[in-house]
């Protein structure tokens, strides 16, 4: 059975960073392209970022190019969004997606983990 376990979400100020986690098990982890989606209060999915299985190709959306950056440790079958110069903006549950940009709305993700950008 496929699970993702998301953490690493909380309050924090603008400006601030967060570093999300995505525990994955169930699968094999390293043959898997991942991603990154959130969704904000009342609105619907949107793609964050995605990375390839052994992790040399990434891409970003544009809102959060060069703020963001995913990864991850094939050793360690987890994955990373390295959130930096947090904007309210970015207030939204995030999930972990197990696939690439064309899995993001229908692939198998997580529970989420919640991120707020308040003063």
């Known amino acids: 059975e496929v699970q993702l376990v998301e953490s690493g979400g909380g309050l924090v100020q603008p400006g601030g960073s967060l570093r999300l986690s995505c525990a994955a098990s169930?699968?094999?982890?390293?043959?898997?392209?991942m991603t990154w989606v959130r969704q904000a209060s009342g609105k619907g999915l949107d793609w964050v970022s995605t990375?390839?299985?052994?992790?040399?190709?990434?891409d970003h959306a544009d809102s959060v190019k060069g703020r963001f950056t995913i990864s991850r440790d094939n050793a360690k079958n987890t994955l990373y969004l390295q959130m930096n110069d947090l904007v309210p903006e970015d207030t939204a549950v995030y999930f972990c997606v197990k696939g690439g940009y064309r899995s993001y709305r229908a692939g198998t993700r997580g529970r989420g983990t919640q991120v707020t950008v308040s003063s």
């Open positions: 990375i390839n299985d052994y992790g040399g190709t990434t």
């Open positions: 169930g699968f094999n982890f390293a043959f898997n392209s």
